[in-house]
């Protein structure tokens, strides 16, 4: 019975060894382009999260310069309600159209992510995972965008 799963186990691990996977972020360590924001509008609390995350990208040294206009949506809704109607459940969402402008490329990247928070008997520490939450949500959004400009080709 040992030998059979010792079997099983190295078949698998060679069956993964040999398949070409690569990590989705690989390349993403090596950037080669400045961003900077042209214009942005929306939810101002996500609108400053993102502005601190992306000043991490700015940079005059670099050939490659991304200016973005970004627009963002937050909407928290109701999903669930006790037998007294107070809300038990919510539904964070983020949304985010950010628009490319650069000298070969023009794109528009929509972003949307969510989460669905319980309710918390203390109100403070509610909005201090809220904010926590929103934050997460932002970072996932600056990560897909990254990704997608680096994906961007220059010839």
Do not use: H
């Not at 990590?23 to 080669?32: D, F, H, Q, S, T």
């Not at 042209?38 to 310069?65: C, P, Q, T, W, Y």
């Amino acid at each position: 019975m040992k030998k059979l799963n010792l079997i099983s186990f190295l078949s698998i691990f060679i069956l993964f060894i040999s398949c070409g996977y690569t990590p989705l972020y690989k390349g993403v360590k090596n950037i080669n382009f400045s961003i900077s924001i042209s214009e942005i509008n929306g939810d101002r609390a996500i609108n400053n999260l993102i502005k601190s995350k992306l000043i991490n990208f700015r940079s005059n040294d670099l050939k490659i310069n991304y200016n973005l206009n970004i627009k963002t949506e937050y909407f928290k809704n109701i999903i669930a309600k006790d037998t007294t109607g107070a809300a038990t459940e919510y539904k964070l969402i983020v949304k985010s159209t950010i628009k490319l402008n650069s000298l070969i490329d023009k794109k528009e990247f929509n972003f949307q992510e969510s989460f669905n928070m319980k309710a918390m008997n203390d109100k403070l520490e509610e909005q201090d995972y809220e904010k926590n939450i929103k934050s997460n949500l932002v970072n996932i959004i600056i990560r897909k965008l990254i990704l997608q400009l680096s994906r961007i080709r220059w010839f």
